[in-house]
């Protein structure tokens, strides 16, 4: 039995003292060429395949992800948690108010319910230069984990002599609801922190919508988008407030919001007309 140590070289020499390719398997090459790639984003890129499938390992990765966007999406708001975390920001005590969908269910399938309130004969009709909405939309883990935060640094962020209704917690609710509500409350500008929908990637994300002048009947056009918060991997609390107070200025300065407004993210403190 030979004793020779193993080669991994992948030649053997000849009777001459010439290498040729042995015919023996090489090692496997583990340099992956995506691994840099990766540390730079979440999205699955470079996964391979073994023959015309998807790896296993990936495959149950994605099944994972999946099974977690579907959770997040139905994950019940904890309203009375909500309610005192963000009453603990100085905001005030929010009220709690619906929309016309009247479960879940109900909340996915008919999108326009979601758009509609159901009484806000609870809210004060205090005008006011900012009126904050507080909506679940499709990611309620979201709003829990990232709303008071970010209300906190809104309100440090914005000027200090605006004058702010009382935070309202919407849930089963879209966007467009804060529409009636800001009308109702008969505030100047109104900032929506919402769950955005959830990815395979993120299941927990927030969103800010700023809409000048609200009343029922605005369009997406009308509104400036703020997206993507989610720290540490997303944009953070912090930066969030910084553009949102800009494009809040802004808006105000032109008497409107939305496609008239562009966020110059190189600096966020200059949001120039399109």
């Known amino acids: 039995m030979s004793t020779s140590p193993p080669d991994f070289s992948g030649h ?22 995506w691994l840099a790639l990766r540390a730079h984003t979440s999205a699955r890129i470079g996964l391979g ?3 015309n499938a998807m790896r296993t390992l990936s495959f149950l990765e994605l099944r994972t992800a999946h099974a977690l966007a579907r959770d997040a999406v139905h994950h019940p708001l904890d309203v009375e948690a909500l309610r005192r975390r963000t009453e603990a920001t100085g905001a005030g005590t ?5 929309s016309r969908a009247g479960d879940r269910s109900t909340y996915l399938s008919r999108p326009d319910l979601g ?16 009126g904050v909405v507080l909506c679940d939309g499709l990611s309620p883990g979201a709003l829990e984990r990232h709303g008071p935060p970010l209300l906190e640094a809104l309100r440090q962020e ?6 702010w209704a009382q935070p309202v917690i919407a849930t089963q609710a879209r966007v467009a609801l804060a529409d ?49 918060i989610h720290p540490p991997e997303g944009l953070g609390y912090a930066r969030a ?31 120039e007309r399109d």
């Open 158 to 163: 914005m000027d200090q002599g605006l004058s």
């Open 115 to 130: 758009r509609l309130p159901g009484d806000l004969t609870g809210i004060p009709r205090e005008a006011a230069d900012i």
């Open 180 to 228: 009636h509500i800001g009308a109702w409350q008969r505030v100047t500008t109104t900032v929506v922190l919402i769950g955005e929908r959830p990815g395979l990637s993120v299941p927990e994300s927030l969103g800010i919508y700023v809409t000048h002048c609200p009343r029922p009947g605005r369009s997406d056009a009308e509104r400036n988008c703020v997206s993507n």
């Open 49 to 51: 395949r073994v023959g």
């Open 12 to 33: 053997d020499n000849d009777r001459t003292g010439q290498t040729r390719p042995s015919g023996r398997a090489r090692l496997p090459d583990t340099t992956d060429p």
């Open 94 to 98: 929010p009220v709690h108010v619906t």
């Open 241 to 271: 407030a910084r553009i949102t107070a800009a494009v809040v200025r802004r808006a105000r300065a032109l008497g409107k919001s939305g496609v008239h407004l562009k966020d110059t993210t190189r600096d966020p403190h200059q949001v």
